[in-house]
């Protein structure tokens, strides 16, 4: 059975950094699109990264220029570094894979646990 495990979450103060690392186990036979979402309270879960398997890379603009998106394929590992944190940062952040594993015949698209980070002097 597939799982997507997330860590790196916590407390940090304003204008500090997080590193994000969500890890994919089980039978994989190719992972394409690795992703990160966040949801803070009250509010709908939104996209904040994309990363393809061709390691192009597309963010919201609310992050554009303060987090990274990369990934470790030999490791089926995707990280968010972010930087310059803001208390709007703060939310449960969800990492997203697209799997192509022997228990389906296509890709199908599966949700970590989920984060949280909390950005607050």
């Known amino acids: 059975q597939l799982h997507l495990v997330e860590s790196g979450g916590g407390l940090v103060q304003p204008g500090g950094s997080l590193r994000l690392s969500c890890a994919a186990s089980?039978?994989?036979?190719?992972?394409?699109?690795m992703g990160w979402y966040r949801q803070a309270p009250g509010k709908q879960r939104e996209w904040v990264a994309v990363?393809?398997?061709?390691?192009?890379?597309n963010y919201a603009d609310s992050v554009k220029g303060r987090f990274t998106i990369s990934r470790d394929n030999a490791k089926n590992t995707v990280y968010l570094q972010m930087n310059s944190l803001k208390p709007e940062d703060t939310a449960v952040y969800y990492c997203?894979?697209?799997?192509?594993?022997?228990?389906?015949?296509?890709?199908?698209?599966?949700w970590g646990q989920g984060t949280q980070v909390t950005v607050s002097s």
């Open positions: 997203q894979a697209y799997i192509h594993s022997p228990d389906s015949s296509i890709p199908q698209g599966y």
């Open positions: 089980g039978s994989i036979f190719s992972i394409y699109n």
């Open positions: 990363i393809t398997s061709a390691f192009s890379t």
